[in-house]
């Protein structure tokens, strides 16, 4: 599949979902993995970071053959070769379109030895956004009376396998690691989603609004990305709420929309739902026009409705391999810790999220 569909499509062609996190068409899985080292000049130390997950990590861009080269994890080692003064090897072992169990078996345990290295100080990995594609895409075509345990089974083997994955991590990853971080989900196709089931509720007997029932389930499932987390040592980059929210206060309620919606370490399920179905969800926009001021906004998903956008061109990853390659980074210093076009994509966006919880020392 090399070429993109229109946005409305997305349910019938992309294997995500409700999330931030698919792959090719036809619900197939495709490896994408991707080496790369940002070479910083008069430097000796070279450190990596891995970065394990399904297609947001893979930089996928509707290609079985290349993929971004700087999707999220590789923004964010230009970053840390800054931050460091080192250079720093990017390991992307991503596949394209697989649940969470999938990146947890085949990904973060089958590949330990990535994380395992004396190098590597960082461990980062993303996952279920395709458990709530295969939900979601289930959900749409239900006629008769709604059934809604396959969005509950969706949640759940998220949660599963995000506290299997953080756990795994801290007991084989190298000893040196400095840093391990999750990216929960946005929500893509929210817009599009705002029509009603073609099911009848059991209870009412009426239709549903398919958005209302997605958006408690991602949100479930972010909050247990995030509350793990902090259960297990991990930190949480909250992707809902960077892709989600504003960048200005929207509701004059004096938070900024994008820092207003961000979980809250320590709160309760209940009330992290309540904020982010109820309270705040008229600050909620569809990540297509994240909005960097009242007058000002970029869109931070691809085509397809699905992943998210880069620049800074493509590298080989999929079918015949994936690339191990070498390169300057594009900035080698950060203004406020942040380069010229980090609000402008969503992969920029997501990689200066990752660095904001970097160690200032190794």
Request: aromatic letters at 12%.
């Amino acid at each position: 599949m090399t070429h993109r569909f229109g946005k409305n499509a997305l349910a019938l062609f992309s294997t995500l979902a409700l999330l931030a996190v698919g792959a090719p068409a036809m619900a197939n899985t495709l490896n994408q993995n991707v080496s790369w080292t940002i070479d910083r000049a008069g430097t000796t130390a070279k450190y990596r970071v891995v970065a394990y997950g399904d297609s947001i990590y893979a930089g996928y861009n509707g290609s079985i053959s290349n993929a971004a080269k700087y999707s999220a994890p590789t923004v964010d080692a230009e970053y840390l070769a800054a931050l460091w003064n080192a250079d720093i090897e990017s390991v992307r072992r991503a596949k394209s379109g697989a649940i969470a169990s999938d990146v947890y078996n085949n990904k973060i345990v089958a590949e330990r030895s990535y994380m395992q290295a004396a190098s590597t100080r960082v461990v980062t990995f993303e996952m279920c956004g395709n458990d709530g594609l295969q939900a979601r895409t289930s959900f749409k075509g239900q006629t008769g009376t709604c059934n809604y345990s396959v969005l509950t089974t969706a949640v759940n083997n998220c949660k599963t396998y995000v506290a299997s994955a953080m756990d795994y991590i801290n007991a084989n990853a190298y000893s040196g690691v400095k840093l391990k971080v999750i990216a929960n989900l946005y929500y893509p196709g929210y817009n599009a989603d705002n029509v009603q089931s073609s099911c009848n509720d059991p209870t009412t007997g009426a239709k549903v609004n398919l958005r209302d029932k997605f958006l408690p389930a991602i949100a479930q499932m972010n909050y247990w990305m995030c509350e793990y987390a902090r259960q297990k040592g991990f930190k949480c980059v909250d992707n809902f709420a960077e892709y989600m929210g504003a960048d200005y206060d929207s509701n004059g309620d004096g938070q900024i929309d994008s820092n207003a919606l961000k979980y809250v370490a320590g709160e309760s399920e209940s009330s992290y739902l309540t904020r982010i179905t109820s309270t705040l969800k008229p600050t909620l926009r569809d990540a297509n026009t994240h909005f960097v001021s009242s007058s000002s906004s970029y869109d931070y998903i691809q085509s397809d409705d699905v992943h998210p956008t880069y620049t800074g061109g493509t590298v080989s990853a999929g079918l015949w391999g994936g690339t191990t390659g070498t390169g300057a980074a594009r900035y080698t210093s950060f203004t406020n810790g942040r380069s010229p076009i980090w609000n402008q994509y969503g992969h920029e966006r997501m990689g200066w999220s990752l660095s904001t919880h970097s160690p200032a020392a190794l």
